[in-house]
């Protein structure tokens, strides 16, 4: 079972992309908002690189797909969305660099079993693995189901658990090795009506900073990234769940979203995207397990 829930912790939807070290019209017809970021050539040449990206069809998946590509990574996409899936390898292999898109469940082990082995036959051994894919949303405490609670913990901290179990290894033997996590700022701090949503998210960060410990003397780096509110589908959802519940026009709801930053907007999927590859880059080799937010100074220290 697979279900979506509002959360305004976490944003996913809209085409984006980030870093530039290339343009194509095919690529920027399919992510109209790229532009220049920590993508470039001075901090992530990551040419020779196999990247893997879950949840990779959409969104801050595909804004990190396609910047991880500009950066010189052959990139394969993951998804349950086989449309999407196909349309962001067509922006990849419109840079210029080698793509694949695979279907795959990150709750089954067993596709993601499948994924690696699809992965190493089409582009070769994966040594970025970033872990995107997620479900979102919210209740209260009493009207968690426990479907809700279980479909968090398997997709938001299992699933990464199962892609880092299959990919760690070669990132150890070929001792290199980049793992980013999306997390959100809910894994740093907790908020009402999102327990299955905020559990899943601390679980991942847990993960990432036990992983990082285990591989850091071994060329390997994990990291996880903790953005607040994304400007993305997610959150123009978020803001509609706002206004049914609030009586607010979808405007001001969406207001009530940006007030979250002191920078008073929503971050973009291209500033994600810019610090992933940014941390998937021999520029960060001495970052290791952090959880690095990214929400214009709402959440400090």
């Not at 894994?187 to 559990?199: C, D, L, N, P, V």
Request: proline content about 3%; glycine content about 10%; some cysteine.
């Amino acid at each position: 079972m697979r279900v979506r829930w509002p959360s305004p912790w976490r944003s996913r939807g809209r085409p984006a992309v980030a870093g530039s070290l290339a343009s194509s019209p095919a690529a920027t017809s399919i992510c109209p908002n790229w532009q220049r970021s920590w993508a470039s050539a001075e901090l992530a040449e990551l040419t020779g690189r196999v990247a893997l990206i879950t949840g990779g069809g959409r969104g801050i998946g595909r804004a990190i797909a396609v910047s991880l590509a500009h950066a010189g990574a052959d990139v394969a996409v993951s998804g349950r969305n086989a449309d999407v899936l196909d349309e962001t390898a067509g922006a990849i292999r419109a840079i210029g660099r080698r793509a694949a898109a695979i279907v795959c469940d990150v709750a089954e082990h067993s596709q993601v079993d499948a994924m690696l082995i699809r992965v190493k036959k089409d582009l070769g051994d994966p040594l970025i693995l970033v872990n995107n894919a997620g479900i979102a949303g919210s209740a209260k405490l009493s009207e968690t189901t426990d479907d809700m609670w279980e479909a968090m913990l398997r997709v938001n901290a299992t699933g990464a658990f199962f892609c880092m179990r299959a990919v760690v290894p070669i990132m150890l033997e070929a001792k290199w090795g980049r793992v980013v996590n999306i997390a959100s700022i809910a894994a740093r701090a907790g908020a009402a009506y999102i327990a299955a949503y905020s559990a899943s998210k601390h679980a991942l960060l847990g993960l990432t900073r036990a992983v990082a410990t285990e591989v850091a003397a071994k060329g390997v780096t994990v990291n996880a990234v903790c953005p607040g509110y994304v400007d993305t589908e997610m959150s123009d959802r978020s803001a509609a769940f706002i206004s049914v519940r609030t009586g607010r026009n979808e405007n001001d709801a969406r207001k009530i979203l940006e007030g979250f930053s002191p920078q008073k907007r929503l971050m973009t999927a291209e500033e994600v995207a810019g610090l992933a590859t940014y941390l998937c880059s021999e520029a960060a080799r001495g970052i290791n397990g952090q959880g690095i937010v990214l929400d214009g100074g709402a959440l400090q220290g």
